[in-house]
């Protein structure tokens, strides 16, 4: 695997410690899993998600991650927001090639970057770590595609922000089961929290998971409105 190629810094890492080479401050290879996607795997946490109408809450179990961010796939690139060809057509309910008022949101977050929102452990979907499932051994972000693509353009364009971000898990890593040496492992981390999807899962399947994570606890995505 040659440097930047896919796992990227993980898998270059750990090869150097495999071969005894000298080591990057934080590689503990009994944290680090190959993935997909490759990172440190943390402790278990339960996602909560309204049920259509109404009713006690659904519970989805996830584990906290720690990986690169080019390790994850957004429906859309943080850069241009073009659709990324590896994310299946059709599953994204926010247009964000299209919308100018989705873009607009995007690049205002990460002008106002506030790490604390992204680096927690709120149990519902809308807010807190992205989550990601792996979909034909694509990690897939299902959940915070918005929040995935503010970090992208935080380590793309704002450095004091992305230097924040990378502090602010530092200092809650053992709320997630890491230590603060592993987030120094990593160029550009995110922290994840990964669930498990069903190895035949269809595309409405995907849709839904997509829709249940873009809601709040106390409102349901309205189909029509992604029209």
């Known amino acids: 695997v040659e440097p930047g190629a896919g796992f990227g810094e993980l898998v270059d890492a750990k090869r150097r410690a495999e071969s005894g080479e000298p080591q990057a401050l934080g590689v503990h290879l009994e944290d680090w899993r190959d993935g997909p996607p490759a990172g440190f795997y943390g402790d278990e946490g339960t996602i909560y998600t309204a049920k259509p109408g109404g009713g006690c809450l659904n519970e989805t179990p996830c584990r906290y991650v720690l ?3 080019s390790e994850v796939v957004p429906s859309h690139d943080g850069d241009d927001f073009r ?3 590896e994310y299946p057509e059709g599953i994204q309910e926010r247009i964000y090639h299209r919308d100018k008022n989705e ?3 995007v690049i205002e977050q990460a002008q106002c970057f506030a790490p604390e929102l992204v680096a927690n452990s709120n149990p519902d979907a809308v807010n807190g770590p992205p989550i990601v499932g792996v979909v034909g051994g694509v990690p897939l972000v ?3 595609n918005s929040r995935t693509m ?3 353009r935080v380590y793309d364009g704002h450095p004091e922000a992305a230097e924040a971000y990378r502090e602010t898990l530092r200092r809650e890593a053992g709320s997630f ?3 603060p040496e592993n987030v120094d ?6 922290l994840i929290r990964l669930i ?3 190895a035949d899962a269809s595309a409405q399947v995907l849709r839904d998971l997509v829709r249940r994570y873009n809601e709040s606890l106390t409102q349901e995505m309205d189909p029509a409105a992604a029209m």
């Not at 492992?185 to 995110?190: C, D, E, F, H, S």
């Open 67 to 69: 990986a690169g961010i």
């Open 83 to 85: 659709q990324r060809d």
């Open 103 to 105: 873009r607009l949101k």
């Open 142 to 144: 299902l959940g915070g």
């Open 150 to 152: 503010t970090l992208e």
């Open 177 to 179: 089961g890491f230590r």
């Open 185 to 190: 492992a990593i160029q550009r981390p995110i």
């Open 196 to 198: 498990e999807v069903p």
